[in-house]
């Protein structure tokens, strides 16, 4: 479980996050809503530990995280995915894979088997080139590296950025898979059978509580359990992903969305 309370953000004297608090839970989805510019990367920044909050409290299952570094956030089991990927374009799938190696001791340094059940594309594409990929595939790439360290909280910033919609969708089941539950839009009955088998392998290892930052209303609604709304560092809004569902919340959130 991720809590974060009342925190603040400065950079230099710009106030970028304004007593924000958040919390995750595992096997939920918690999204992350905004347009650009409000604070939702400053608030993965924090949260992660790239940079320093100046009021406030970050636990993680009830431990405070804040003062670490990134690194021991990572031992921790804190796995982000951050905005444009990183992807190493002349290093091989396999090798981006296993840069994900960092923070676990040798005896760890495996890739586990279900990333490649949850992504098949990575296995069939281990000796490739990262700059090969696809857009949709080195986003799958980067979550699969997050993945490497078996984490229990799952930063992903705006994973849909630059992709075409055909692969966000794509995406949106994998995300699914991880909070071990079925998408809320009808699968085909293929798509069914892959959850189930990727929900009994996601069981075998334990929750993950994924937060996830996104501009796309839609690909939010399909996949959020809980939703919090940023404006200017601050949230301004926040419910249930049952709650979006609601045509009179959509439309407030959808507000918020728009420039
Ligand atoms: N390194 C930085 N130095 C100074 N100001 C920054 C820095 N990073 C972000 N900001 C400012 O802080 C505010 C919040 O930015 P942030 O990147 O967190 O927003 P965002 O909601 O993630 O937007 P986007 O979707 O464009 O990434 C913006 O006004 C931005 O200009």
């Known amino acids: 479980m991720l809590s974060v309370q009342d925190i603040d953000l400065y950079y230099g004297a710009a106030i970028a996050l304004k007593t924000v608090s958040i919390e995750a839970r595992p096997g939920a989805v918690t999204c992350i809503l905004g347009r650009n510019g409000v604070g939702k990367t400053s608030l993965m920044r924090a949260i992660c530990g790239r940079h320093p909050i100046a009021a406030g409290e970050i636990r993680l299952n009830g431990a405070p995280i804040h003062a670490l570094h990134p690194e021991s956030r990572a031992r921790k089991g804190l796995a982000s995915v951050p905005q444009g990927r990183e992807i190493f374009p002349l290093l091989t799938v396999r090798e981006n894979l296993e840069i994900g190696y960092a923070p676990l001791p040798r005896k760890d340094r495996t890739i586990p088997e279900e990333i490649f059940e949850m992504f098949p594309v990575l296995r069939q594409m281990l000796g490739r080139r990262g700059g090969d990929l696809s857009g949709g595939q ?49 699968p085909t009955s293929e798509e069914a059978a892959e959850i189930r088998h990727a929900v009994a392998t996601v069981r075998e290892r334990g929750d993950i509580a994924i937060v996830l930052v996104e ?24 419910g249930t992903g049952a709650d979006l569902k609601d045509p009179a919340r959509e439309a407030e959130v959808r507000r918020h969305l728009t420039v």
């Open 215 to 238: 501009q796309y209303f839609d690909f939010a609604r399909d996949l959020a359990d809980t939703y919090y709304v940023m404006d200017r560092g601050e949230i301004v809004a926040q």
């Open 138 to 186: 080195q986003q799958q790439l980067a979550i699969g590296r997050a993945l490497v360290t078996r984490p229990r909280l799952l930063l992903l910033d705006e994973p849909t950025e630059g992709i075409q919609p055909s692969i966000i969708k794509d995406i949106g089941r994998a995300i699914d898979r991880l909070r071990s539950k079925g998408p809320a839009s009808g």
